[in-house]
């Protein structure tokens, strides 16, 4: 199941694969900085997001101030990270690449 807590060898095998990414000290979250050229393209992320999001039925905590959007992602559900937090971690690498 996607929103089943991962176990560190899952976290590691998963945490190579998205190099712009940091885990956490306590293995419980993972955080990435955006950094955007403008407001607009900022929010027109997160509005992109968003969308994914409510498909995925998973969510993001972040923190936007101007042009810079801080993510940090972790499933409250299980008090950990799930393949949900990997999965939107890849969405936002690609929409904030395209
Ligand atoms: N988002 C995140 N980040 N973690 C969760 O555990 C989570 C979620 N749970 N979005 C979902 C919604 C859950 O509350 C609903 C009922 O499916």
């Known amino acids: 199941m996607a929103r089943t807590k991962m176990g560190e060898a899952e976290i590691e095998v998963a ?6 990414w940091n885990l956490a000290g306590d293995h419980r ?4 900085r955006f950094n955007f050229s ?4 900022a929010f ?4 992109q997001v968003a969308m994914e999001a409510e498909k995925l039925d998973h969510h993001p905590e972040w923190f936007n101030v101007y ?4 993510v940090k992602l972790n499933t409250h559900d ?4 799930s393949e949900l937090d990997f999965q939107l971690a890849r969405i936002m ?4 690449s395209g």
Do not use: C, H, Q, Y
């Open 93 to 96: 690498d690609r929409l904030a």
């Open 29 to 32: 979250s993972i955080s990435r």
């Open 78 to 81: 299980v008090d950990g990270l």
């Open 44 to 47: 027109g992320f997160m509005t």
């Open 67 to 70: 042009k810079t959007v801080d």
């Open 38 to 41: 403008n407001f607009n393209r």
């Open 15 to 20: 945490m190579a694969g998205l190099p712009e």
